[in-house]
């Protein structure tokens, strides 16, 4: 793929706020001169949440200025997300200013990374005798990944080698440290990600040597689960490290068993997509069928047990974590942000190995749901964790439930989801198609235009859609010169699917949930379907869910919010399917909201001062309309309840 | 009321498990003597559990040992506790040996208690530079409670006087430090008891300092918010104290504002009840109108907003803390056994301020569910949470629901509850009836016999019943010189009560959920009812409880067992009212069980490999029987999930 512009006024509204508000934002939040109020993911009194200090530490590390390292041991990856998201910026549409940004932030990269090719702020600045000693927490090849990251995305947006070449001399300096050799260190970053970036240099540069090590550290982990401990152990050993030494939770990693061993999705949700989208990678580059059968189960694992509707993941705020098969809770769970975003770059590379349209389906729902959820309209304001249910009381009286905000913050002491976020929404055009060598694919509908390559020919292609909306589609298909195979995807959300070829009605084979098109020269494709609103129900375990129902229309699962519903979401019962009117608000913009019959339990004067009743377990109830909103708009008016799981009769 | 004797077949388990398990089991403990494994009350590295060492940490305090304090702050009291306990049961029936072990306790005490009367092993220790100077914290007065209730105890058992003069000079330590005059220290313990003990000193000794110091403490409390700051602040600046100043969330200690001015059930629940209870005494002896109101406003909240089912306070475990009304989930919630028993605390005082059932009623509810719940039918495990759900596999793989435990351990590294169900258990005397100038009020039921003091005559009580598990009492009162009223609850579950004298009917006027029986000689009282099966519905603002009921027959609200019905308890549906049915268990002995028919949803075939399904919300049950247990007796068979709000058709 390759110059692909997406015009379409949904995802424009996006791509421009993160231009024009997050970026420049960001920025000055780096820097230290953004006039906010950070917040910390939840009540924790040992969450640095002063300043962001993140371009000072680099600073610092370079020797410009004296001072300490503020912030987390992976502060850097703050500045590298955000670099990464200035580069795609840039590419979406060159900016002098923005590459004078761009600028400064490389060069204090280049002084600051060290002659040997190390670099991590914390730990030149505070602790270089532990540098790749405290593996478990250092998040050192943590950051290395998101630097690497940076670098191609701002290679590819400007052409500049720069930080190509400190890459390169950071996994020189991996290299020398890490590897099967006697005297080098047989273990990997407490948290994935140089895994998954070093994916992305070998995509680059086809240099086999950052897939090999890609897949040694993939490889590595879990082969010895006592190896963090004994780092530790070792430490205290040669006095390095004072202190108590912690007890290591591997499962946390994802390091307590070699990867081919693992069966399911568990630890730190992040930790756990990163690393199995760089398996699922690695699989694909290196043919490696066992690591392809490990991502799978996890894959499966996750999308048939461990999944919300609003495509988030982890069901526990402690340890950011996946917990058991079918334990789901919509108002403790964790749901990050980012865990979303790595569910995308999984599902992703999954296809690259098979086409299934779960993949597809996997990542519109993370991207259209919880992902998107992540950024308030005005841009400036962020979820780190996206509950399926808010209660704004608790989230202020019950600790338990203190992560999950009713409102976005504008940044947080641990950032790393903002910036996460920008550097995909930037990158979106990665997700709506893909190529086979004489197969393009496409995954997702919304006006753009791009060419693909295949083994023989570029091919030109072009959407022109009422999407996310409506269901018409015109595609054309242009540059043909060889026969090949344009496959669409029928979203699980449509109905009625229907397809013209130039003008004409065809039918259609469907495989996998693509339907197939034989193309041998320029082709216009239109593609009509109903988005019919959908009620979810869950498999009978999942206890939380009973009774309730999510409701979807296309690629939008809906929420009640107090706004439109008064409070005590939960007494409302829905009675009939909503249905669709297209709402132009204020602040929310233009976007299709579902409005459907419900009964409300009341409180009426018989309950005044009595807790229980004893054999009356009758109600009395009013009926009522309620109004869902699309769950990524949530949040955005005011501070109230928000469910999205409902009562239905 | 003397020498009251507990003839209860139901109540005599229990009593003979103190005497014969639990207290020469808890002198093992305490003397690190025992071969068991001590629990953490939850996941947290920083719980002491390695052993006990209370009596140890006696002896280092006496100069008897050498060595460090080991423990929490507060572990003296569990030495108290166990005296207090051991004290009881020995009034209940001397025994030598008892003797023995409490003397040998009662000298250590003597020896550990300094010239000027204080006794605080931790602090004698380990930091006699910060005495009383981290009240927040230090559990000094909250200890110096526990061995003044021990006291009062110890000495109506066994009438040795050694103790109250321990704790008279406590108290005179206590008022040379504390008190309105300048110089002294301003503020009270961050953990309630010592006003309720004061009372005790003062019912036994009727010396008013007592009971004003009680009241001073209770008044002092929240006047400045900033008290426990400020000391850390002082302790900084003189050098007293290193470390970082924690900041102290003042609501925990309901220390955020002055007690008359409070008017929500707030903070450590624990410590409010202990708190409520010491004002409604207070307010009681000194006629301070101001704090019944102010206890009123408290109890008020906790019953009619704040209350579980099962007697149980506490709705989070972050705190051990009250959240807000109508919050009661059932599988995160604390419910901490000693908070259950300061609720019958709370509850008895506030009875002796006016008569009205509703005390009784919560009295009991506490008493029958969640206060011997906290005990294994071994007599040697034990709760200190209390759940009303529980899934083993969460308990084990969700951190935030590590401490709603699914089996009883052996001990705690904070062990408070266990001897505290001890203590209260062997001085249920207190619970069954109590007295005014010219009445005698009824409020539980057993086989009992003992003698009241009214105004002008001592009248004796006895009861024979087929209580709890039927409605037939047999009281006769005796020694009647004077006509006084004789006044019988009928409890809020029973049905169809009648009530014969000397074997004829009568009409009977009920009064506050008493009836009134006129009394002028020696009379025979034969009160029948029916206990009927209820169901329990909650407060349309409970939602975790919407669409279920609780189950309650006699004084026992009932759960389902995995053990009798499989797990995923969730999944089913009450579809009538279960109905009794006598039970001898060879594990659980003789109860009354019940069974009701209900539909189950059945995981079929159609569920494999799919989380959810869009619009259908039909699914595939089948017939079930459930079979309730009293809620008490869960946990004693096997590990399985529990749940006492059942889903109702």
Redesign the interface.
Known sequence: MMNIKINDSFWQRYIKLIREEMVPYQWNVLHDQADIIIDKERDD?GIPSEKSNAIENFKIAAGQKEGNHYGWLFQDSDVYKWLESAANTYAIKPDEKLKLMMAEVVSLIEDTQEEDGYISTYYQIEAPELKFKRLFESHELYCGGHLIEAAVAHYKATGDERLIDVSKKLVHCIQESFGPEEGKIHGADGHQEIELALMHLYELTNEHEYLDLSEWFLEIRGQDPDFYQKQLSENKKMNLDQGRV??INTVYHQAHKPLLEQEEAVGHAVRLVYMAAAMADVAYYNKNEKMLNAAKRIW?NI???R?Y?TGGIG?????EAF??D??LPND?MYCETCASIGLMFFARAMMKNEMDVEYAEVMERALYNTVISGMAIDGKHFFYVNPLEVDP??SK????KSHAKPTRPSWFGCACCPPNLARTITSLDRYIASTSSDALFVHLYMDMEGTYQLDKQTIQLKQLTKMPYEGEIDLSVSQVKHPFSLQLRIP??AANASVRLNDSEVDVEQVNGYILLSIESDTAVSLLFDMPV??????????EN??K??I?RGPFVYCLEEEDNGD?L??FELTETPQPEQITDEVLGKFVSLKGAAKK???DES?S?????????K?VTESKTLTFIPYHLWANRSVGEMRVWV??K
Do not use: C
């Open positions: 009194e912690p007890t499966k999308v048939e047990k999944l509707i069901s526990t705020v402690h340890g917990t058991f079918y334990d403790t009381k608790a009286q019950d600790p338990g699980g959300w959908m009620e979810w129900s869950s498999h009978p375990l999942v206890k009973k009774g129902v999510a979807q005590q939960h007494s339990i009341i409180v309950w001062n009595v807790l229980y009743k004893a054999n009356e377990n109600y009562d239905r």
